[in-house]
C-alpha cells in the first residue's frame, strides 16, 4: 500500500479511497497570489437519490459582483455533493478572452494531464446572481477588476456550460501601435552627404551667417546654392564658402557650401558661369566631383534651355573618368511619378506631373547615365516636394540630386527637410551616399606672426633665419636665390611661430538667431490662417532689419579697433602687429 500511494503521489494523482482531496493546499497558494486574505466557507448537504434534485445543492453566497469563483466538487458521486467556493482577488486570474474565462486547474504545482477519476478545480469569472440553483457563501476580497461579466450559467458539476447572452461589458481595449514606416536619415563615417538649396539670395547683410547657423542643425558635407546674387568668382577667406557670379549684376549666381570635413578634402573648383560652379575633393574609393546648376526659369526661351544644358554637358567631359559625378541644382522641370519607359533614369516615387522641361531632364540623363535620386525613395509627400508658391497650394518637386547610374545603388536616403528656414520658397535637399571624404592638406597656411611681438621669440626668429641667409650661395641666378630666400624664411618661420587660426568672429548677435529661429517656427504654421502668414511675413522684416542694424554697429566697432591699432603703430614705430 506504501508503494501504490507513493507511486500515486509521484503521477500527481491521489487514490480514491482517500476521498477528495482537501482545499487547504489549493487555498493557500491562490491567498499568495490575492492582494487580501480570502476566507472560505465549507457547506456540507445531503445525498438526494432523486435525480430530478440532483443540481439542487443549498449554500448561502454573499459575493460582489465581480468575482471569481473556485468550485472543487468530487466526481464520483452524482447526486450528493460536497461544495466549497472561495472567492478569490480577479486581477490574479489572466483573461484570454472576452467572452467567458474558464481554466481547469490540477494538482498545484502540476501540469500533467488527469486521469478521468480525478479531483478537478473550475475557475469561472462570473456574476453569482445567475447560477442554476446554487447559493455560495464567500468572502470578497478588495480588488482591481481586469475584466468582468454580468451573467454565466453555472451547473454543480463544477463545469461552465455555455455562457448566457452578454448584455453588459466592462472590458479594458489594449490597443498596439504600429511602428513607423518612414525610415530615419542613418548618418555614418562612411557617409557623404551632399544636398541643394535654392536661398533667394545671399545679397543681404548677414544671409551668409544665417545660412551657416541654419545649417549647424544638420549634418551635410558639400551644399549647393542655388541664387547666390553676388558678383565674381572665388572663394572667401574662411574657406567653406565658394561661388561664381555674374560680373556687375546681382542677379542668378550659384555656390558651394563645404563642411569642416569637405574644406579639408578640396582638391580644386572651377566657377564656370553664373549657373554652373564645379568642384572636386579628394575621396575613397575614388574621387568626388560636384557640379552645381541652377536651370533657367520656365519663362526662359528655348535656346536659353539648350545653352544651359550645353554648358553642363562640357562640365561632365571635363571630369576624370574615375570620378564620381554628382550633379545637384535648381532644375526649374517636374519629372512627376510616371517612371514607364524612363525605369533606368528615374525611380518610382516621383511627385507631381510632368512638363516639357522634365521630358527634356530626363532624356540628358539617359543620354549621360544618369540616375534622379530623389524619385528612389518612398516618402511622404512634405518630404518629396522643394518648391512652394505664395499661397501654399501647388507645390513641386524642382530641387533635384543626380547622380551616375553605376552609383545609385550606394544612395542610401534622399529627401527634403521643411524645416530649415532661410525665407525662401524652396526647401532643403539633402542625400547620402556611401563615399568617404580623406583630408588634402593645403598649401596655403599662414604663420601666427603676432607671436613675434615676444621678445624671446623675436630673438629666437633673427638668430635661425640668420644661419639659414649664411648657406644662400650668390653664384646662382636671380630666380634661384628668391627661391632660397623664401625657403630660409619659411623654415625660420616654422621653429619659431606656429600656425594662425583663422576663425572670423561674426557680428550676428544672440537676439538674432533668437528671432530667427522664432521665424522658422512660425514658417512651419504659416498657411493655418491668413494671421499666420501676417505673421511670419512681419517676422521676415524684423529679421532683416535686426541684420542691417547689427551690422552697421559691426563695422562701427571695427572701424574703431582700427583707429587704436594705428595709433599705438605710429606712437611705437612697431613694424609687426
Known amino acids: 500500500m506504501c508503494d501504490q500511494y507513493r507511486k500515486s503521489y509521484r503521477l500527481g494523482r491521489r487514490p480514491a479511497e482517500q476521498g477528495p482531496r482537501p482545499l487547504s493546499r489549493n487555498q493557500d497558494r491562490v491567498e499568495k497570489l490575492a492582494t487580501g486574505t480570502a476566507t472560505t466557507t465549507t457547506t456540507k448537504t445531503k445525498p438526494t437519490t432523486d435525480s430530478s434534485t440532483a443540481n439542487a445543492t ?7 459582483n465581480p468575482s471569481i469563483t473556485i468550485l472543487t466538487t468530487n466526481p464520483t458521486t452524482a447526486n450528493s455533493r460536497k461544495t466549497n467556493s472561495t472567492t478569490v482577488n480577479p486581477a490574479t486570474v489572466k483573461a484570454k478572452d472576452s467572452s467567458t474565462t474558464t481554466k481547469t486547474i490540477t494538482d498545484p504545482g502540476r501540469a500533467k494531464t488527469r486521469k478521468p477519476n480525478q479531483t478537478t478545480t473550475n475557475l469561472t469569472t462570473a456574476n453569482s446572481a445567475t447560477a442554476n440553483s446554487a447559493t455560495t457563501n464567500s468572502t470578497t476580497t478588495n480588488s482591481v477588476i481586469v475584466k468582468t461579466r454580468d451573467s454565466v450559467t453555472t451547473n454543480t458539476t463544477g463545469t461552465s456550460t455555455r455562457p448566457a447572452r452578454i448584455t453588459n461589458k466592462s472590458t479594458i481595449t489594449i490597443t498596439k501601435v504600429p511602428k513607423c514606416k518612414t525610415q530615419k536619415l542613418k548618418i555614418t563615417k562612411n557617409t557623404l552627404t551632399v544636398g541643394t538649396w535654392n536661398v533667394r539670395t545671399l545679397w543681404a547683410a548677414g544671409k551668409l551667417d544665417l545660412l551657416r547657423h541654419e545649417m549647424n542643425r544638420y549634418r551635410y558635407d558639400i551644399i549647393g546654392i542655388s541664387e547666390v546674387r553676388w558678383t565674381g568668382k572665388r572663394e572667401i577667406p574662411r574657406g ?10 546681382h542677379i542668378r549666381g550659384v555656390g558651394i557650401l563645404l563642411s569642416t570635413k569637405a574644406k579639408k578634402s578640396l582638391m580644386s573648383y572651377n566657377p564656370i558661369n553664373s549657373r554652373i560652379i564645379m568642384a572636386r575633393f579628394n575621396a575613397t574609393p575614388f574621387n568626388v566631383t560636384i557640379i552645381h546648376a541652377y536651370a533657367p526659369t520656365s519663362d526662359s526661351s528655348e535656346d536659353d534651355i539648350e545653352t544651359f544644358y550645353n554648358c553642363v ?20 522641370a ?16 516621383g511627385y507631381g506631373s510632368r512638363n516639357e522641361r522634365g521630358e527634356r531632364l530626363l532624356e540628358f540623363a539617359a543620354e549621360h ?8 525613395f518612398q516618402q511622404t509627400s512634405n518630404r518629396k516636394w522643394t518648391w512652394e508658391s505664395p499661397d501654399g497650394i501647388h507645390k513641386n518637386m524642382i530641387d533635384l540630386v543626380i547622380v551616375q547610374k553605376r552609383w545609385k545603388t550606394s544612395v542610401t536616403n534622399c529627401r527634403t527637410f521643411q524645416g530649415a528656414d532661410i525665407s525662401s520658397d524652396h526647401s532643403l535637399v539633402l542625400c547620402n551616399i556611401k563615399l568617404k571624404l580623406k583630408n588634402k592638406p593645403r598649401h596655403n597656411q599662414r604663420y601666427d ?8 621669440t623675436r630673438q629666437s ?18 630666380n634661384e636665390h628668391a627661391a632660397q630666400i623664401e625657403k630660409a624664411v619659411k623654415e625660420a618661420l616654422q621653429a619659431t611661430v606656429t600656425l594662425e587660426k583663422t576663425s572670423k568672429k561674426s557680428w550676428i548677435f544672440d537676439q538674432t538667431l533668437d528671432l530667427t529661429d522664432k521665424k522658422r517656427k512660425a514658417k512651419q504654421i ?10 511670419y511675413k512681419n517676422l521676415c522684416n524684423k529679421v532683416k532689419n535686426r541684420h542691417d542694424r547689427t551690422k552697421k554697429s559691426g563695422y562701427k566697432i571695427n572701424v574703431k579697433k582700427l583707429k587704436k591699432d594705428y595709433k599705438l603703430a605710429t606712437a611705437e614705430k612697431r613694424t609687426v602687429w
Not at 240 to 246: K, M, N, P, T, V
Not at 334 to 349: F, I, P
Not at 461 to 476: P, V
Request: aromatic share 8%.
Open 313 to 332: 554637358e562640357e562640365a561632365i567631359e571635363k571630369v576624370p573618368k574615375k570620378d564620381v559625378i554628382i550633379i545637384t541644382g535648381d532644375w526649374n
Open 369 to 376: 547615365n544618369l540616375f534622379i535620386c530623389n524619385t528612389r
Open 334 to 349: 517636374k519629372v512627376g511619378t510616371d517612371n514607364t519607359g524612363w525605369e533606368s533614369v528615374m525611380g518610382r516615387y
Open 449 to 456: 606672426v603676432s607671436q613675434l611681438k615676444d621678445q624671446t
Open 526 to 535: 504659416k498657411h493655418l490662417s491668413a494671421d499666420s502668414i501676417k505673421e
Open 461 to 478: 626668429y633673427q638668430a635661425r633665419i640668420e644661419d639659414n641667409l649664411k648657406n644662400i650661395h650668390s653664384t646662382c641666378n636671380l
Open 240 to 249: 567653406d564658402f565658394i561661388w561664381s557670379g555674374e560680373n556687375s549684376n
Open 58 to 64: 443549498t449554500t448561502n453566497s454573499s459575493t460582489a
